[in-house]
């Protein structure tokens, strides 16, 4: 009963913790703009506290006896009752001109901050007091620790396959705070059943060292440095996957949890009493991951999303079981064990605070991902594949020759490409560029059995790439913040400049000074875009001088501006844009002209939309115009019931509504098509697939809009166009709140 009782405490603390996980972060992201970093920003917090819970655990077990240690966690458990359930404090809304990192942290110290400490301290607490009953296990507790994530599984994976497609937040919440009522019981019963336990029944532990003897000990510091790089690389590797796994698909809790749940299973694993995997053969095969992660990397191709996800959460999780496992084979004894997860904990810490508060500030792109690689490869363990003859030693003397001149060629390549402007590289067909790193992940494989030696040659591969800009072209401006990494190009051609948010283009402007008030890519006149223009400003109603009306109209996102040039000198223009860094490139006359040339006097409001446009005055605008997009995607919160009926609101009588829908991944027709028959709006879709080369080579390009109204009429001349079409929606297709969404059904895997 004692062991039963005990597993199943750790297996309920550890699946409410990562049950709360995703559902609060999930309740801040509407308020963020959808952003992939909300979600690693969480994670800081939640590894900060988890840190904090680990030290109170420590501390407690080392100062306090077994008696008092009960009582005071089950004091300290009952506190949390006064916060519950779960919720955004009253009041609490993200700053618009500058990092929302600190709001958020402080949020969630104020809302969840107190039961997930009391949580969190669980897993060592729990493990401590089993060690000092009288079960037959107690003398190495360390088992238990794989009942603790395998319940953080449950809550993760039960979070966005089961709560969040079934359950509304507000029930969500509740019924999470009867979880941690059962949690608190449970506890209680853990320790009434330690509480008795006679010292003459106890299993001896070790007595631990003298303070002074640890500190006079530089081996015990270097053990606990090498706890910590090897707790560090897999949580920062971790994020980076996320992050890269969410720049150009939807921020949604079924993404966050794939790469933390393999994180986490790989602690399920390598701490089990008999590990599944053979660490060997992980440490032996990890440098192909390795290899192909940092090509696909460098290289910047689009991989379908299912080979995509395959490649880096393979790689994450045979880097999390080669770091852990070493964790694994060199744990201390019992009566280290709390100081030991107190040390794991500080190196995940560690990784969440460089991906999601250093690298941002450091780093002018995602570059914590190829680095952290970098890293894994210089921990791997040394392992001979086979013993060394004469002929393979000389082989590896050729190859210590053969490593520094190679690596000093690509450094003298780099410098090329760079003197060159980038353009170097870029003229050289893709072919010749695939051949090349090609040859060099060739090379550098051979280099697997050295871990130095292989984290060098991946350095190689990386300053080699690095002269690679990519389909985009020249790079003349870099600037990262919380919301993403953009870029400012010259295209190959030299004849455009472009705005890349991720990996995704987000405007195009002609450097020839006759053509730079021509919008192109996605809003060129003979698009969709420029027939919503149209339509809107050749109703009657609107510019009359009788009336004296005329058009007011709102763009969702700034982009690089191109959308000002459709403004009229009689219409207004207001822009919402939550990004602070692409309001000054859209200023920069450097990068783009068309605020300055086209609509000098338009107004721009900072901040999430949703949160701005509420303080609009009703029937404010003739069109509304939602182009926000976080990297390839527009952010959910943007195209639920609720927002929808706030747009309504804020249009004029006969006004319309236009989505900008075009993506790699995602068919979001239906969605929206659900979305107006539910409000009893008139809706029309046009896809502008058929894009001659002569149009390419202007500029134009693809693209996919969704327009809505309160009738048909209002939508003017588009109802009888014959490009733009009633959208399909499948039977069953549920309409999206803020409390409910369903990305899985509108994937496109391929």
């Known amino acids: 009963m004692l062991l039963a009782v005990f597993t199943f405490c750790m297996f309920l603390s550890a699946t409410l913790l990562f049950l709360m996980e995703p559902m609060m972060a999930k309740m801040v992201l509407p308020l963020l703009g959808g952003t992939p970093a909300v979600w690693n920003t969480c994670l800081v917090f939640f590894q900060s506290v988890l840190l904090a819970g680990y030290l109170y655990a420590y501390t407690a077990t080392r100062w306090l006896g077994r008696r008092t240690q009960i009582a005071v966690h089950v004091g300290l458990a009952l506190i949390p009752f006064a916060v519950l359930p779960p919720h955004i404090p009253a009041g609490w809304e993200p700053p618009a001109q500058s990092s929302p990192v600190l709001w958020i942290l402080g949020m969630l110290s104020v809302a969840v901050g107190l039961p997930f400490f009391l949580l969190s301290s669980s897993t060592p607490m729990l493990q401590r007091w089993f060690a000092q009953s009288a079960h037959q296990s107690a003398g190495d507790p360390y088992f238990l620790y794989a009942a603790s994530n395998a319940g953080s599984l449950v809550g993760l994976f039960g979070y966005p396959l089961l709560l969040e497609p079934t359950l509304r937040v507000s029930v969500q919440t509740h019924l999470w705070s009867y979880g941690y009522a059962l949690f608190v019981g449970v506890t209680v019963g853990c320790g009434a059943l330690v509480w008795r336990a006679q010292p003459n029944k106890m299993v001896a532990v070790e007595a631990p060292r003298e303070p002074a003897a640890d500190s006079a000990n530089g081996a015990a510091w270097r053990e606990r440095l090498r706890w910590i790089a090897l707790a560090f690389v897999p949580s920062s590797l971790m994020m980076g996957v996320t992050t890269a796994l969410t720049t150009n698909i939807p921020a949604i809790p079924l993404f966050w949890v794939l790469p933390l749940a393999l994180y986490l299973l790989s602690f399920v694993l390598v701490f089990a009493r008999r590990p599944p995997l053979s660490h060997v053969w992980l440490v032996r095969r990890l440098p192909l991951l ?3 992660s940092m090509l696909v990397y460098v290289s910047k191709i689009h991989l379908p999303l299912l080979i995509l996800f395959s490649l880096y959460l393979v790689t994450l999780f045979a880097v999390a079981m080669v770091c852990h496992g070493e964790l694994a084979q060199g744990r201390p004894p019992v009566n280290r064990l709390t100081e030991f997860y107190l040390w794991i904990s500080v190196g995940g810490v560690l990784g969440g605070i460089f991906n999601s508060l250093v690298a941002p500030l450091v780093f002018s792109s995602v570059l914590e ?12 363990p040394s392992i001979d594949l086979k013993p060394e003859t004469p002929a393979s030693a000389a082989k590896l003397r ?13 450094a003298v390549a780099l410098t090329l490409g760079v003197s060159n402007g980038g353009y170097l590289l870029n003229r050289v067909s893709g072919r010749v560029i695939a051949l090349a790193l090609g040859a060099l992940v060739v090379w550098c494989l051979s280099f697997g059995r050295r871990p130095v030696r292989f984290a060098a040659g991946l350095a190689a591969l990386l300053v080699a790439g690095s002269m690679y800009t990519g389909a985009y072209g020249r790079n003349l401006l870099t600037e990262r913040n919380f919301f993403g ?13 472009y705005l890349i948010h991720g990996g995704t283009l987000h405007g195009s402007q002609s450097l020839d000074s006759g053509q730079s008030r021509e919008p192109l890519s996605y809003y060129s006149r003979s698009g969709p875009a420029g027939s919503i223009l149209d339509a809107m400003q050749a109703k009657p109603e609107l510019g009359s001088s009788s009336n004296g009306h005329h058009a007011r109209w709102a763009v969702v996102g700034l982009g690089a501006g191109a959308m000002a040039c459709y403004l009229q000198p009689s219409e207004s223009l207001t822009f919402y844009e939550i990004d602070p860094a692409v309001e000054r490139i859209a200023l920069d006359p450097k990068s783009f002209t068309f605020l300055k040339q086209c609509a000098p006097m338009a107004q721009i409001v900072l901040g999430d939309a949703r949160l701005r446009l509420r303080d609009a005055a009703d029937g404010s605008y003739d069109l509304i115009v939602l182009d926000a997009f976080s990297g390839d995607m527009i952010p959910m919160h943007l195209m639920t019931k609720e927002a929808l009926a706030l747009y309504v609101r804020k249009l004029a009588p006969g006004g319309m509504l236009a989505f900008h829908t075009s993506n790699l991944y995602l068919r979001l027709g239906p969605t929206l098509g659900a979305l107006a028959n539910d409000a009893g709006l008139a809706c029309l879709m046009a896809n502008h697939t058929q894009v001659s080369q002569a149009e390419i080579d202007e500029g134009k390009g693809a693209s996919q809009w969704v327009v809505m109204a309160r009738s048909r009429a209002d939508l003017g001349a588009l109802g009888t166009d014959a490009q733009w079409r009633a959208i399909e929606t499948p039977p069953g297709t549920q309409v999206w709140t803020d409390d409910y969404s369903n990305l899985l059904r509108i994937i496109n895997w391929k």
């Open 485 to 497: 990494v953009l870029h400012v190009t010259n295209s190959p051609n030299g004849r455009f400049r």
């Open 369 to 380: 991902f190829p680095l952290v690689l970098i890293c894994a490869a210089l921990l791997r």
């Open 398 to 410: 050729r190859g210590d020759f053969l490593f520094p001149l190679a690596f000093g060629l690509c």
């Open 290 to 292: 390795m290899l192909f």
